[in-house]
């Protein structure tokens, strides 16, 4: 019997598009941006239950500034080790680093909500929408080059 076998355009294996789409799917940025979404669902969540629970009893950015503490501790773990797979370094260092990270963040709706709600009128949640949606990019710049890079070759 004659084996027979085909390659596909440039002579890639003819099974290696399930690799190819394995491989796209776990870059950096594509884990980036899943674990973004996901931070984002957290976050969002805790708040809008948080403003839900207390009726406007408690000042929102209390309630901002709790929501963005307990999401950092959910999410920390998910960008060590499955975004940025990193090993063998300090966990409380790493977390102080995307602390770090998440208090610029945390100022960004800290100084962005009171504007937005009070100043031109937009709900809560939206605002923080809006905010939430220009974060991703800059952050996956500050993580990928200060809180989970390869600390033997600095």
């Known amino acids: 019997m004659v084996e027979v076998e085909s390659r596909s355009v440039h002579g890639a294996h003819p099974r290696s598009g399930g690799r190819a789409l394995f491989s796209a799917l776990s870059g950096h940025r594509i884990t980036y941006l899943f674990a973004g979404a996901m931070t984002a669902a957290v976050y969002y969540a805790l708040l809008g ?3 839900l629970a207390t009726k406007g009893v408690v000042p ?3 309630l901002v500034v709790t ?3 307990v999401t950092v501790i ?3 773990p998910w960008y060590r080790l499955v975004v940025f797979r990193v090993s063998g370094q ?3 260092a790493g977390y102080v680093r995307f602390y770090v990270v998440g208090l610029s963040f945390l100022a960004a709706s ?3 909500l009171p504007i937005l709600v009070e100043y031109v009128g937009v709900p809560i949640m939206l605002a923080q929408g809006l905010i939430i949606v220009m974060s991703p990019p800059l952050s996956y710049a500050i993580h990928r080059s200060w809180t989970f890079r390869n600390r033997t070759n600095v």
Request: hydrophobic fraction near 60%.
């Open 110 to 112: 800290l100084l962005g």
């Open 60 to 62: 929102y950015l209390f």
């Open 90 to 92: 300090s966990w409380v």
């Open 74 to 76: 959910i999410v920390y």
């Open 49 to 51: 239950l948080g403003l």
């Open 67 to 69: 929501s963005h503490l």
